[in-house]
Structure formats: C-alpha cells, structure tokens
C-alpha cells in the first residue's frame, strides 16, 4: 500500500467477519460522503475536470485501489483518450495525454459496438475485466503511428489488473472508466457493483455538462432572436421611415418651405432615434459596456433613445465623484431602463428628470416624472416592472423606493450605502 493511501478503506464485501463489520460500515459512510460532494459539485455546476477528480479520487480511498482514470471516446474515431487521470492520487505517478485504441479497452468487439449503438441495454452492461500487460503484449504491433507508443507502455505495464466500465451520454458510449487493483485482489459483484456506481456519475457529469451547452445555445438563440425583433421595431422603421421623407422631401420643400423645413427637421429626429437605439443596442450585445462606461454616459443614452422615442424630453443630471462596484452600476442602469420604459408605456409625462449622485460611501439614483401617477396600495411590488426594479436593488443591498399620487407623477429612489442601507432624502 501506498504513503497517500495508508488510510484507505477495505472494498466493501457481501462475506465478512464480525470484527470487520465497523470498517466496512466506514467504508459505506466514506462513500455516502464522497457522492454527497459529489452531488454538491454537480448541483454548483463546478468545473468538469474537478467533479471527476473528485469522482476518482473517491475511487482510489480504497485499499485495493492502485488508481482510477477517466477515458473519453473520440467521436467518429476508433480510439479513445485520457480525459482525466488521478493515478497521483493513490501515490502512483500520474499520466496524461494518453491516447489509447477502442479495442483495446474491450476484448469483446461485439460488446463494445452494442454499447456504443445502444442496441443492448446499458443498464445490463457490466465491467469487464483486462490483464494490460497482456493486452499490450497482443496489441503492440497494432500501434499506429498517431499513438505514442512510448506512451502507451508506459501506460499498459503500470498496473496487471484493471475493471473497465463504460458510461453514457445522450444515449451515447462516450467513453470508460478504468480503475486498477492490485495484482492479487479478486474481483468479484462487489467491486463491479461499486465501479458502475462510480461509473453512473460520471454520465451524470457528461449529461449535465450536455444540458449547460444546449441551455446557452437556446439562451443565445432567443437573445439573437429578440435583438432581431428590437432592430426591426426601433432602428429598422426609423430608417425606413427617414428614407421615406428624405424621398419625399424636395417635393413638400417647393410647394411649401415651411413645411420643408419641418419635415429635415423630422427626419434629423428620426435618424437620431435610429442611432440611440443602435447604441442602446450595443450596449446589450456587449454587456461589458455596462461597467466600462460611465454611469452618467449610460443614463444619458437611456435618455436619448425615450426622447426620440416618445417625443419626452428627459434631463440627466449626473455627478460621478466616484465609481460605483461593477454589480451596483449595472443595477442602476437596469432599474433606470425599466422605469423609463414604464414612463414611455404608462405615464403620459410631459418631462422625466434623472438625477445622479456616485461619492466615496454610495450613490443616489433617483427618477420623476410629472405624469398621471397611480396609487401605490392599487399598483403594489408584485406588478411585473416594479417587481423586477425591487429585485434589482435587492440583489446588491441598494434600498428602493417608489412614491406616486394620482394627479401628481411618480419618483423612483434607489439608495445604494457602501456601509449599509441609509435614508438619503
């Protein structure tokens, strides 16, 4: 046995004498904890690599365990290589980047094909067992250039026993696990019962890591989706628009100057809404931009695009003494955006005036508007816009408050204390 394993547990056993009863009953509780970390990576979506560490590094706690790696099937190609090895963790000298032929992982060509087109049942595969030395001894001459052999060797001569078992991803062989034992253990249902175990949790790594890649696809494709709907809605009728007037211009500037006049002035506006927008659209496609500009450059472009857009003008009054934490700038910009919005869909204000206040011990946002107003015990948190708004300050521990009267406008505070929640009138 190894230094670094001089503390393992017995491999549990179904025949054992009373007196081993309390390492085995160890052994079992070493395992519960080991899937419970497990399962705790799984769930805080931590770095593949680390979870079949720790995967591994749970196999090789046991005595008769000299070490545990991790081979990935290389897809469309008859080989397979090292994903993760741990060996290092049982005392034996790590190998990586090792690349090692399909067949030579399965003495049985028939078996390997089924599991990999799934026409047999995966939940009836079981481990099967390989002497390396003697499949490297058959196999060597087979080597092809592409492979190390060198490498592979090393590899092959290492341990005289190993258990292989394969794991799945959509519905898929994606690759097996090895795990060695020492030349004089005796394999029986025990330990081929514990590496499938092991085994199962790495296809819950595969498919979890499967279902995080399809998830940003889809969050990618509706985001591309909703930018395109955003470019046809704002900056695309506003060009189109301009584009009509600027045609029709010289035509209304004979028969009426005025008129003319008017309408350049009309099309300036629209080709300025046209630019705000795609700015603001900028700003959505590079969410960087957020904490690279300034917070008063971001509200003022917020203002720009309502003026343009509903014809109310906005006043920005902005002092930045100092630079707000990255997570507060954005929630700022985030609830200014959204009350904006509901000024622009609801208020039927005249004016909107945003006010800015950043210095060394927090930040004031604060937004009136002088339109119709509502009653706040009618038009409570849980509507939508307003939710949305509370969640925001809530996340970064600004205090938010909302004042509104029928008749009289509505003004929107956002407290953000670098020292804890303050009243600032």
């Known amino acids: 046995m190894t230094a670094s394993n001089q503390h393992a547990?017995?491999?549990?056993?179904?025949?054992?004498?009373?007196?081993?009863?309390?390492?085995?009953t160890a052994s079992h509780r070493k395992l519960h904890a080991y899937f419970y970390d497990v399962l705790t990576l799984i769930n805080e979506n931590a770095p593949q690599a680390q979870v079949l560490a720790k995967i591994a590094d749970g196999i090789c706690q046991f005595e008769q365990v000299r070490g545990a790696s991790v081979?990935?099937?290389?897809?469309?190609?008859?080989?397979?290589?090292?994903?993760?090895?741990?060996?290092?963790?049982?005392?034996?000298?790590?190998?990586?980047?090792?690349?090692?032929?399909?067949?030579?992982?399965?003495?049985?060509?028939?078996?390997?094909d089924n599991a990999h087109d799934l026409s047999a049942d995966p939940a009836q595969l079981q481990p099967w067992v390989i002497a390396l030395p003697e499949v490297y001894r058959q196999k060597a001459t087979d080597v092809a250039e592409v492979f190390d052999h060198n490498a592979i060797a090393q590899f092959c001569k290492a341990d005289e026993l190993a258990l292989v078992m394969p794991f799945f991803a959509d519905h898929r062989m994606c690759g097996v696990l090895i795990v060695f034992f020492q030349p004089t253990y005796?394999?029986?249902?025990?330990?081929?019962?514990?590496?499938?175990?092991?085994?199962?949790?790495?296809?819950?790594?595969?498919?979890?890591?499967?279902?995080?890649?399809?998830?940003l696809q889809n969050a990618v494709k509706l985001e591309r989706n909703r930018l395109g709907r955003d470019l046809h809605d704002s900056v695309s009728q506003a060009l189109y628009t301009a584009n009509l007037m600027a045609e029709t211009l010289p035509t209304v500037w004979e028969q009426d100057a005025s008129k003319g006049?008017?309408?350049?002035?009309?099309?300036?506006?629209?080709?300025?809404l046209a630019l705000a927008e795609m700015r603001s659209l900028l700003v959505e496609l590079r969410p960087v931009v957020l904490v690279e500009s300034s917070l008063n450059d971001l509200l003022s472009q917020?203002?720009?695009?309502?003026?343009?857009?509903?014809?109310?003008?906005?006043?920005?009054?902005?002092?930045?003494r100092s630079r707000l934490p990255n997570e507060v700038q954005v929630s700022f910009y985030r609830i200014a955006q959204e009350a904006l919005n509901n000024v622009m869909k609801y208020s039927g204000a005249s004016e909107v005036k945003i006010e800015l206040s950043v210095h060394a011990v927090g930040g004031l946002l604060r937004i009136r508007d002088n339109g119709r107003g509502f009653d706040p015990t009618i038009v409570t948190g849980t509507h939508?816009?307003?939710?949305?708004?509370?969640e925001r300050a809530s996340e970064v521990g600004a205090d938010l408050k909302i004042q509104s009267q029928i008749g009289t406008g509505t003004t929107i505070q956002v407290i953000w204390d670098r020292y804890g929640n303050q009243d600032d009138d």
Request: hydrophobic fraction near 45%.
């Open 384 to 390: 939508m816009g307003l939710r949305i708004m509370r």
């Open 186 to 215: 005796t394999l029986g249902d025990e330990a081929s019962a514990l590496i499938k175990t092991f085994a199962k949790q790495i296809e819950m790594v595969m498919n979890n890591a499967g279902l995080r890649e399809q998830a």
């Open 9 to 24: 547990l017995p491999l549990p056993a179904s025949n054992t004498s009373v007196s081993s009863s309390l390492a085995i």
């Open 261 to 272: 006049l008017q309408q350049l002035n009309d099309i300036q506006r629209m080709v300025k």
């Open 302 to 320: 917020l203002a720009n695009v309502v003026s343009y857009r509903s014809k109310i003008p906005v006043e920005v009054v902005a002092h930045e």
């Open 71 to 112: 081979f990935q099937h290389e897809l469309d190609k008859k080989r397979m290589h090292l994903l993760i090895d741990v060996r290092a963790t049982c005392g034996e000298v790590a190998r990586r980047d090792i690349i090692l032929p399909t067949d030579w992982l399965c003495p049985n060509p028939t078996l390997c």
